[in-house]
């Protein structure tokens, strides 16, 4: 088995390009991890290495939000090779939405309608950062549960063109003293519908 690493097929696994890799090469060098000309390293300092990039570096693609989160980290900005490599949304648009929504000041969301296996997606996505109440909008809500879910939430995203059947989403549109909470969104993926939450948000805060 080999004790050591091609630099350079190393450099390209974490999402560099061609001039990226240089810049990332001299910052190994002067963290003594390796040296001009050479063209492997031991498996040894990769972990090091990983971490002195990490602390040096933030890499981004190019959606406007990843580029502003990598100038604000304090750390040099570099543009990714590869989306996947974006260290603000890896590459995907869903990840990408829900840190906007984090990022905008959203703490607790309700979220009607939808289907399982995107109420699971939420969840993996915002469970650990957002309060989320995910209603089933094929089943009866009674209508003191849906006024207390209107009182706690930031916001509340009526989800139409997927599962939701109309005397569920009637009950949260109804109650007039917590409409401006409410946001119609009528795409089906779940970054326009975060999105919805977001612009919401941004537009009530200007």
């Excluded at 990983?50 to 981004?60: G, I, V």
């Excluded at 543009?79 to 959203?106: F, H, I, M, W």
């Excluded at 207390?148 to 007039?176: C, F, I, M, N, P």
Aim: glycine share 8%.
């Amino acid at each position: 088995m080999s004790a050591d690493l091609d630099l350079d097929g190393w450099l390209a696994s974490l999402g560099l390009g061609a001039q990226t890799k240089a810049q990332a090469r001299e910052a190994l060098e002067a963290g003594g991890l390796t040296r001009p000309g050479k063209a492997r390293m031991s498996v040894e300092k990769a972990e090091r290495a990983r971490s002195l990039l990490q602390e040096r570096f933030a890499l981004h693609c190019h959606a406007a939000d990843c580029i502003g989160h990598a100038k604000a980290s304090g750390r040099q900005p570099l543009a990714a090779e590869t989306k996947q490599a974006c260290e603000r949304c890896g590459g995907s648009e869903n990840a990408r939405a829900a840190k906007d929504l984090v990022e905008v000041g959203l703490r607790r969301l309700v979220v009607v309608g939808g289907t399982p296996a995107t109420r699971e997606e939420l969840e993996r996505l915002l469970g650990t950062q957002i309060e989320l109440r995910l209603v089933d909008g094929t089943q009866h809500r009674a209508s003191d549960r849906a006024k207390a879910d209107l009182e706690w939430a930031d916001r509340v995203l009526l989800w139409g063109a997927t599962e939701l059947h109309h005397k569920v989403s009637k009950q949260y549109a109804d109650v007039s003293a917590t409409k401006h909470k409410v946001v119609h969104v009528p795409r089906r993926g779940v970054a326009q519908l975060l999105a919805g939450a977001v612009e919401s948000m941004r537009r009530r805060a200007a």
